[in-house]
Antibody
Framework: EVQVVDSGGALVKPGESLRLSCAAS????????MGWVRQAPGKGLEWVCR??????????DYTAPVQGRFTISRDDSKRTVYLQMNSLKSEDTAIYYC???????WGQGTLVTVSS | DIQLTQSPSSLSASVGDRVTITCRAS??????LVWLQQKPGKAPEALIY???TLHTGVPSKFSGSGSGTDFILTISSLQPEDFATYYC?????????FGQGTRLETK
């Protein structure tokens, strides 16, 4: 059974940092392209960033609003993906989902609230 | 960025109906398209990838078709649990983007 469990969301102040984690099982994690998707309250979905498998180069890509502030990484030995979020802004407030690019696994979501 | 436009934005239907949702891409994305279902307060769940391949465990009443710029999601014989919001999403080139969603409501 595919399982993706994301965690680490919290209430933080503007300018602060936060690290999200995503633990995956039940599929070929090593070959999977992984990413983070966010959904602001009452809004649609936005693909925040993506990391390819190491065999495909491990390349990372980011959506423009988070470029230079967020960093995605993976530890295949732990079957875990991380999202380091720095210089957080109020507009980063959202539920963050970890997901495989092809969609076979989605986390349950973790809430990040950026507010003073 | 590639834009995805879904139609309709909302749809009223009855249990037992067959419905179709379309997704149009602003440029050719081959078959690099996922369809997802999201229920209120829940995480999205992917139904279909590669435009027409069902994910494991997804009922065969869901089907997808299309390639290039025009795609269709068909749901046959609607059941109460199918009333939800549906999104298309491409993974052709980054940035991946989603359609604005189609809210399927009970008539």
């Amino acid at each position: 059974e595919v399982q993706v469990v994301d965690s680490g969301g919290a209430l933080v102040k503007p300018g602060e940092s936060l690290r999200l984690s995503c633990a995956a099982s039940g599929f070929n994690f090593t070959n999977a392209w992984m990413g983070w998707v966010r959904q602001a309250p009452g809004k649609g979905l936005e693909w925040v960033c993506r990391i390819k498998s190491k065999t495909d180069g491990g390349t990372t890509d980011y959506t423009a609003p988070v470029q230079g502030r967020f960093t995605i990484s993976r530890d295949d030995s732990k079957r875990t993906v991380y999202l380091q979020m720095n210089s957080l802004k109020s507009e980063d407030t959202a539920i963050y989902y970890c997901a495989t690019v092809l969609g076979e696994g989605w986390g349950q979501g973790t809430l990040v609230t950026v507010s003073s | 960025d590639i834009q995805l436009t879904q139609s309709p934005s909302s749809l009223s239907a009855s249990v037992g109906d067959r419905v179709t949702i379309t997704c149009r891409a602003s440029q050719d994305i081959s078959n690099n398209l996922v369809w997802l279902q999201q229920k209120p307060g829940k995480a999205p769940e992917a139904l279909i990838y590669a435009a027409s391949t069902l994910h494991t465990g997804v009922p065969s009443k869901f089907s997808g078709s299309g390639s290039g710029t025009d795609f269709i999601l068909t749901i046959s014989s609607l059941q109460p649990e199918d009333f939800a919001t549906y999104y298309c999403q491409h993974y052709n080139t980054y940035p991946y983007t989603f359609g604005q969603g189609t809210r399927l409501e009970t008539k």
